[in-house]
Nanobody, 117 residues
């Protein structure tokens, strides 16, 4: 059974940094894209960043220059390094993976990131 397990969320002060990790297991097809979405209270889920198998990346405008996504293909693991965090970055962050020719999606349970003084 496929699992995506996130870690690294927590409480941080504005201007601080956090690193999220997500490890995928049990996915029998080749993973094409991995990435992160987030959902703040009362808002829709939005794409934060994604990374393809060949390290092609995509970032939301709101996080460009502050967040960095990376991936270890051999370990089916994706990371999100977040710098210069702002209160508006507060949200539940969800890891996802798209695999196989149909890009079937798999989702993690989410990890809370709270940016507050």
């Amino acid at each position: 059974q496929a699992h995506l397990v996130e870690s690294g969320g927590g409480l941080v002060q504005p201007g601080g940094s956090l690193r999220l990790s997500c490890a995928a297991s049990g996915i029998i097809f080749s993973i094409n894209v991995m990435g992160w979405y987030r959902q703040a209270p009362g808002k829709e889920r939005e794409l934060v960043a994604s990374i393809g198998r060949y390290a092609d990346t995509l970032y939301a405008d709101s996080v460009k220059g502050r967040f960095t996504i990376s991936r270890e293909n051999a370990e089916n693991t994706v990371y999100l390094h977040m710098d210069s965090l702002k209160p508006e970055d507060t949200a539940v962050y969800y890891c996802y993976a798209a695999a196989g020719v149909s890009n079937r999606e798999y989702w993690g349970q989410g990890t809370q990131v709270t940016v507050s003084s």
